[in-house]
């Protein structure tokens, strides 16, 4: 090993699963290896928790699963809840009225995540294909601003804009951070057709910390971190090694310490070959 590397944290979209949505072999046997050498796995998703499930099982992780860019941190194995950052109720309010007009014109859809469960105003065909792929079955809520207003209880982990139009996202996420400064949301965008929205403290690079030092007793330089994409980049800049996939933005990569060929590729496999086998 060329650093006393403890804990690797890796992302599912992009990083682990490519188009074939599941994890090529190369990279479970270098993942395996790394495990051997007790280095420890971990997953860091912008992913729902109940989605990620799947991965987390498939890399026999015995940590905390670091769903939502970490706006949910919970134990499969035990069922602890260890941190649940949902975005303020009065925040959600605001963004589903900001967002309700180009929702209304077709140019855009809202997913809105409450107790691990997909909920959109209507099932349609961008939805379909999330789920499809999330592995998930969304809630048909109708009006999502009444749906927050009717029950005082609920709680929004995270809310997403998905749309086809990539310079509407841009807008989107340009005119959202003139409006909220960084300290009151995180937005990011895991996947160039989505922007996301969470609690500022939600992001990947907070969620690592805190399983890195709060839970493990482990220091930043202990961490290797793997992603491709902009809701990455926090914790590509948190861990002693942070490393961007080959098709990672141009943004990701300057903001990395190495760059891994891309995951179908199996760049993972690469990067773990070259820092820790």
Do not use: C
Not at 44 to 71: C, D, H, I, N
């Amino acid at each position: 090993m060329t650093a006393d590397i403890r804990l690797l944290v890796l992302d599912i979209d992009g990083t682990l699963a490519g188009v074939s949505n599941q994890i090529n072999l190369p990279v479970m046997e270098a993942i395996r290896a790394v495990q051997q050498r007790g280095v420890a796995v971990a997953i860091a998703t912008g992913r729902m928790y109940q989605s990620a499930l799947r991965f987390y099982q498939t890399v026999g992780s015995t940590l905390p699963l670091m769903a939502y860019q970490g706006a949910f941190i919970k134990d499969p194995n035990t069922q602890k809840l260890h941190r649940h950052t949902p975005l303020p109720r009065q925040l959600a309010l605001e963004l589903l009225t900001y967002l309700a007009p180009m929702e209304a014109g077709g140019d855009l859809s809202i997913h809105l995540y409450i107790d691990d469960q997909l909920h959109v105003r209507a099932v349609i065909d961008d939805t379909e294909a999330y789920a499809e792929r999330s592995g998930i079955r969304p809630v048909a809520a109708g009006d999502l601003a009444a749906l927050l207003k009717g029950n005082v209880a609920i709680e929004t982990t995270k809310l997403l804009t998905l749309s086809n139009n990539l310079g509407l996202l841009s807008d989107i996420l340009s005119d959202l951070g003139q409006r909220y400064p960084t300290d009151d949301l995180y937005l990011t965008r895991s996947v160039e057709y989505f922007v996301e929205a969470t609690h500022p403290k939600a992001n990947k690079g907070e969620a690592v910390r805190f399983l890195a030092e709060d839970l493990l007793g482990l220091t930043r330089d202990q961490v290797m971190t793997i992603g491709d994409n902009y809701n990455d980049l926090e914790m590509l800049r948190y861990a002693g090694i942070g490393v961007a996939m080959g098709d990672a933005p141009e943004p990701v990569k300057q903001g990395a310490d190495w760059v891994a060929p891309g995951v179908e590729a199996d760049g993972v496999a690469v990067a773990l070959r070259e820092f820790l086998l």
